[in-house]
């Protein structure tokens, strides 16, 4: 059964720093694409970074936190990372870890999410 857990959200005020985990479990997630989403009260969800490995690892983010968040993976714990620098109340969301593979064209596997409150 596969399984995501995140973790690490919590409140901080702006121009602060939160490091987000997400632990997977059920299968091995070392060829998957993993990307962070979140969705803010009113918000539609939209897609924050993504990592997959194709010969090297491959990243993107939204332009919205490109410079500011970092996603990583460390593939013996099966674990994604989403380093949040210099956050902004507009970061302010529930952030949502998901799994995918290559070959799929959605992500079928998520987890609970975690919030993040960022405060001015």
């Known amino acids: 059964q596969v399984q995501l857990v995140e973790s690490g959200g919590g409140l901080v005020q702006a121009g602060g720093s939160l490091r987000l985990s997400c632990a997977a479990s059920g299968r091995t997630f070392s060829s998957y694409v993993m990307g962070w989403f979140r969705q803010a009260p009113g918000k539609e969800r939209e897609t924050v970074a993504r990592?997959?490995?194709?010969?090297?690892?491959?990243?993107s983010y939204a332009d919205t936190v490109k410079g500011r968040f970092t996603i990583s993976k460390d593939n013996a714990k099966n674990t994604v990372y989403l380093q949040m620098n210099r956050l902004k109340p507009e970061d302010t969301a529930v952030y949502f870890c998901a799994a995918r593979r290559l070959s799929d064209s959605v992500f079928p596997y998520w987890g609970q999410g975690t919030q993040v409150t960022v405060s001015s």
């Open positions: 990592i997959s490995w194709s010969g090297g690892t491959i990243t």
